[in-house]
């Protein structure tokens, strides 16, 4: 009995590994956010993920099965071509993304300034006491982190007067990505990034879902561009 169709093969186990992949890595995220380093346990993390690796295997081959079936069931349906991703982008949209990064950028290099702004003065004692970058974080971490937001915001700018991908572009995009991601997974894991607390827990948990978001974009975004460049070709 046909499970996966060998047409879906290459397919089934790319989100199969890449799956997997980001399960575990989600769950060192996890333990890096959760525990301070002298408690950290990386092995057990990976150990606790596993069921949940095996519970998504599980569920995508029986989606991939189901998929097979209904195919079988229905052999007349004639096969349609996916649309061809195209190399132009919406410059009003990315404008506009580009505007938001840029703003926000700001709002990071001092955030108590802008939510105390916002807050009235009353409050202002308090917001910068919550959020007060840590000294270790503006030694290092924080300037690593600054000139790559500044380099992203460079290479975006440069998509939107070009008004469309080309190769050297995506290329530099993917690997400006994928080393945000792992400076990213360092600025959590090396130690606080806010003094208080509270603070500190919930930006490492936004910053950790904007790194597994990152992931999953970057390998879209391949894609696109492995299909684009094989049509072209």
Same mark, same amino acid.
């Given at each position: 009995?046909? /499970?996966?169709?060998?047409?879906?093969?290459? %397919?089934? !186990?790319?989100? +199969?590994?890449?799956? *997997?992949?980001? =399960?575990l #890595?989600?769950?060192?995220?996890?333990? /890096?956010?959760?525990r301070a380093?002298?408690q %950290?346990d !990386?092995?057990? +993390?990976t150990?606790? *993920?596993?069921p =949940?690796? #095996?519970a998504?295997?599980?569920?995508? /081959?029986?989606?991939?099965?189901?998929?097979?079936?209904?195919?079988?069931r229905r052999?007349?349906?004639?096969?349609r071509?996916?649309?061809?991703?195209?190399?132009?982008?919406?410059?009003?949209?990315?404008?506009a993304g580009?505007?938001?990064f840029?703003?926000?950028?700001?709002?990071l290099?001092?955030?108590?300034r802008v939510?105390?702004?916002?807050?009235?003065?009353?409050?202002?004692?308090?917001?910068?006491e919550?959020?007060a970058?840590?000294?270790?974080f503006?030694?290092v971490?924080g300037?690593v982190l600054?000139t790559?937001?500044?380099a992203?915001l460079v290479v975006?700018?440069?998509l939107?007067?070009?008004?469309?991908?080309?190769?050297?572009?995506?290329?530099?995009?993917?690997?400006?990505?994928?080393?945000m991601?792992a400076?990213?997974t360092?600025?959590?894991?090396?130690?606080p990034v806010?003094?208080?607390?509270?603070t500190d827990q919930?930006?490492k948990e936004?910053v950790?879902l904007i790194?597994?978001?990152?992931?999953i974009?970057l390998a879209v975004?391949?894609?696109k561009?492995?299909?684009?460049?094989?049509?072209?070709?």
């Amino acid at each position: 009995m046909t /499970l996966v169709d060998p047409a879906d093969t290459r %397919r089934f !186990l790319t989100l +199969a590994a890449g799956g *997997a992949g980001l =399960i575990l #890595f989600a769950a060192v995220l996890h333990e /890096l956010i959760e525990r301070a380093a002298p408690q %950290r346990d !990386l092995e057990r +993390a990976t150990q606790q *993920a596993l069921p =949940i690796v #095996f519970a998504w295997l599980g569920l995508l /081959l029986a989606g991939f099965a189901g998929a097979a079936w209904a195919r079988r069931r229905r052999p007349d349906a004639g096969w349609r071509p996916r649309p061809v991703p195209t190399d132009r982008i919406s410059r009003p949209g990315r404008a506009a993304g580009l505007a938001f990064f840029i703003l926000g950028t700001v709002v990071l290099l001092d955030p108590a300034r802008v939510i105390a702004a916002l807050a009235g003065e009353a409050a202002e004692p308090a917001i910068r006491e919550a959020f007060a970058y840590d000294a270790d974080f503006l030694r290092v971490r924080g300037p690593v982190l600054l000139t790559l937001l500044v380099a992203s915001l460079v290479v975006e700018a440069v998509l939107v007067v070009k008004g469309r991908w080309f190769p050297l572009l995506h290329h530099v995009t993917l690997g400006l990505g994928l080393v945000m991601c792992a400076v990213l997974t360092w600025v959590i894991g090396a130690g606080p990034v806010f003094t208080a607390v509270q603070t500190d827990q919930t930006a490492k948990e936004i910053v950790g879902l904007i790194v597994l978001g990152s992931l999953i974009d970057l390998a879209v975004r391949a894609r696109k561009h492995h299909v684009r460049r094989a049509v072209h070709h």
